[in-house]
């Protein structure tokens, strides 16, 4: 393939060759431009001005926004309703070309055991698989793939990584993108640097090495909250963090079991969280830390069967999930896939202040002065009118973090709240929640596949397993 003089959006490229079977890693932060090369590649973009234009024809395109078109395709295929039981899914294999001719692959992906669950019944490290799957199976020549490590677990990214290479060595062309230095592949021959809206490197990995660093640290983050707002925000809506006592319980749960169709994911956990215990849960992916957070949230069956006290009151007891979620500022992958309702950014950052997805309610000049800091806090104020779904991932999820963050939660909780975020900006997240932890600001429950986020102010670990049969 062959680029020469393209432009395009907030990109521009003088001149990219790549042959075949190189394996390119394309490398920058978030707004750099290098989501729109991205969908260059992937044959996304229509308006592209170019002297040549060569592109990977049909490649395998993986992306965030592809996964989310699958899930909202599943949800809308959801029979749920209508059965007496809970629909899994489109089985997993039916996502494959002739998947009983490709059997060496699906386990080097170790998803042989997953071919017959359902769609929804995978984690979110397993229906990545399953797409990278779907494209190879189709025959693809090339692959272009977005931050592929992303939500991984060290072993899947191991096994990932391990499939990755076998596609190499198969001669498939490979394009993935990467924003964090610790996720360049080994088996990676070539790297592609992208600042500031203009490809600066493309070479050899040799040669571009020593530069890497610096274009992944370009920058300053466009996550710039302060805690001043947070404690303004929490005075305004009548929370004072000092009512948070040490002593105060904000969950207990006693030899807590849930599970999907009768099979359990964990039993036997207890789990206590005391006002400004933070809390960092690990464990690789599918051992049922999104489910054990999703009762936390009151948003899994399973927490009216428990004995489940979330601040100080008992689940199933008749209390409303609306009274528990007001104390409750939340990210996850969940959240995340289910926030597909027409709005814009600054409605999305608003609706945090009512905990629902999408707004429904007239708000007050007070509270949009407030989202609009917080778009401003994110480097966003220029999209507050853009269709949240419009953002690219990364600005999606620093919004979600800020609708989290708006009504300084008493409780927040994060899944992966940093996913698809370059390293400048995660750093600049898990620095703020270390100020949030200081300040005592809010109690964090925070769930994370990266070493590098788990930072000394977590005075507790939870280290999940899966439940051996
Ligand atoms: N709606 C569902 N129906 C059936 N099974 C499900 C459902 N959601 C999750 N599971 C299964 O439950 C297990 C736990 O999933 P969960 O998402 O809680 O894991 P996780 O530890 O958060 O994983 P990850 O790190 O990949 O996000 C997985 O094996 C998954 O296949």
Not at 65 to 73: D, G, H, I, V
Not at 92 to 102: I, S, W, Y
Request: net charge negative.
């Amino acid at each position: 393939m062959r680029i020469i003089n393209a432009s395009a959006h907030d990109l521009f490229v003088d001149r990219f060759e790549a042959g075949p079977g190189e394996a390119w890693c394309l490398v920058g932060t978030n707004r750099s431009g290098i989501n729109t090369f991205f969908k260059l590649l992937a044959g996304e973009l229509s308006d592209v001005k170019a002297d040549l234009l060569e592109l990977p024809k049909n490649p395998g395109v993986v992306s965030f926004k592809r996964q989310q078109a699958l899930f909202e395709e599943e949800l809308k295929k959801d029979d749920t309703d209508y059965l007496d039981r809970i629909d899994p899914g489109t089985r997993a294999a039916a996502f494959l070309n002739n998947p009983e001719d490709h059997g060496d692959l699906i386990r080097a992906f170790a998803m042989a055991d997953s071919m017959d669950k359902g769609y929804r019944q995978l984690s979110t490290g397993q229906s990545r698989k399953l797409m990278l799957l779907a494209q190879i199976t189709r025959g693809v020549e090339s692959l272009v793939v977005q931050a592929p490590y992303e939500g991984l677990d060290r072993t899947s990214r191991d096994e990932l990584d391990k499939a990755l290479a076998v596609c190499h060595q198969w001669g498939l062309q490979l394009f993935i993108t990467i924003h964090n230095r610790g996720d360049l592949p080994d088996w990676c021959t070539h790297v592609g640097g992208i600042v500031n809206g203009r490809m600066t490197h493309a070479g050899p990995r040799a040669e571009i090495m020593d530069q890497v660093e610096a274009i992944l640290r370009t920058g300053p983050p466009d996550f710039k909250a302060s805690i001043a707002d947070l404690v303004q925000n929490g005075k305004s809506s009548g929370r004072d963090c000092a009512d948070d006592v040490p002593s105060m319980e904000l969950v207990r749960l006693q030899k807590g079991s849930a599970g999907y169709d009768g099979k359990p994911v964990f039993s036997d956990l207890d789990l206590c969280i005391h006002a400004h215990e933070h809390t960092l849960v690990t464990g690789p992916n599918g051992c049922g830390k999104s489910t054990l957070l999703q009762m936390i949230m009151g948003d899994h069956p399973a927490c009216y069967r428990n004995d489940l006290r979330i601040f100080g009151i008992q689940r199933g007891t008749g209390e409303s999930i609306w009274e528990l979620k007001q104390h409750m500022g939340i990210v996850s992958p969940d959240l995340h896939r289910n926030y597909h309702v027409p709005g814009n950014t600054l409605h999305c950052i608003i609706s945090g202040l009512f905990d629902s997805i999408g707004l429904y309610r007239r708000y007050t000049p007070e509270e949009e002065k407030k989202a609009m800091k917080w778009l401003e806090r994110t480097g966003l104020a220029q999209e507050a009118l853009t269709p949240f779904r419009q953002l690219s991932y990364a600005d999606q999820r620093l919004v979600l973090i800020a609708r989290a963050l708006i009504k300084t939660p008493r409780l927040l909780i994060l899944d992966e709240a940093t996913q698809g975020l370059d390293e400048p900006n995660r750093l600049a997240v898990l620095d703020f929640l270390e100020q949030v932890a200081r300040e005592r600001l809010s109690t964090i429950l925070y769930v994370s596949h990266r070493e590098d986020e788990y930072r000394t102010f977590f005075t507790s670990h939870l280290q999940m397993s899966p439940l051996t049969p």
